[in-house]
């Protein structure tokens, strides 16, 4: 089943993929991708939180297609469940080239996050707003 499109609502993150971000192939690099993921879905585990909220888990990281020099990347991130302590996150990124309106989903996963206090040790989560 093919994509539709990005997710309607608006992006985390948005950047520009630049020539330091590429492997030795001249792609860029997966582990570039996955920090931008990182950091997208953690600003919604932040916020869910109140607060400080650590990476535990990486379920399902799939790389669709690659991303070339130049790219306009957007990181989309969606909270798909939680428990405790916990949070789970959706985050895709889609690529568009800088020349073209069209956009292509390059990678998706699932993380999994969990709600810190200053001890660094997990803490509930605070009610919903």
Not at 11 to 16: D, G, L, Q, T
Not at 38 to 43: E, N, Q, R, V, Y
Not at 68 to 96: K, N, P, Q
Request: aromatic share 6%.
């Amino acid at each position: 089943m093919a994509d539709e499109g990005p997710p309607a609502e608006a992006p985390v993150i948005r950047v520009i993929a630049m020539p330091q971000d590429t492997n030795p192939a001249g792609d860029i690099f997966g582990g570039w991708l996955m920090s931008w993921m990182d950091l997208s879905a953690g600003t919604v585990a932040a916020r869910r939180c109140h607060g400080r909220a650590a990476t535990v888990a990486c379920d399902g990281l799939t790389f669709l297609s690659p991303v070339l020099v130049g790219d306009e990347v957007s990181f989309y991130a969606d909270l798909i469940g939680e428990g405790r302590t916990s949070m789970r996150i959706h985050v895709e990124a889609w690529r568009r080239a800088r020349e073209s309106e069209e956009t292509e989903k390059v990678t998706e996963a699932i993380i999994t996050y969990v709600a810190i206090g200053e001890d660094r040790r997990p803490r509930p989560l605070p009610p919903k707003a």
